[in-house]
Nanobody
């Protein structure tokens, strides 16, 4: 079983920045894709950004130019740098990893991000 532990959430004013971290209990080389999702109250969980094992990234339109996903294989961690935060970015942010061989999905416990206006 793989554990994903997120950190870095908190309360920030609009226009501010946060960096989320997701550390895996095993080597992230085993994951074909790792990503960040978010879920706001009363809404469905949605993709924010993802990165492949080869380093390719993609972002949903509402975060392009503001958020950056990256990975550090040496410490089995994926990051989400969030700049120019808006109140509508308020949500619980979840880390996801899809295993390359089995296709299994793993989720972290989530970290709360609150952006005040």
């Amino acid at each position: 079983q793989v554990q994903l532990v997120e950190s870095g959430g908190g309360l920030v004013q609009a226009g501010g920045s946060l960096r989320l971290s997701c550390t895996a209990s095993r080597s992230i080389f085993r994951f074909a894709v790792m990503g960040w999702y978010r879920q706001a109250p009363g809404k469905q969980r949605e993709l924010v950004a993802r990165i492949t094992s080869g380093g390719s990234t993609n972002y949903v339109d509402f975060v392009k130019g503001r958020f950056t996903i990256s990975r550090d294989n040496a410490v089995d961690t994926v990051y989400l740098q969030m700049n120019s935060l808006k109140p509508e970015d308020t949500a619980v942010y979840y880390c996801n990893a899809k295993e390359a061989v089995s296709g299994s999905d793993f989720w972290g416990q989530g970290t709360q991000v609150t952006v005040s206006s």
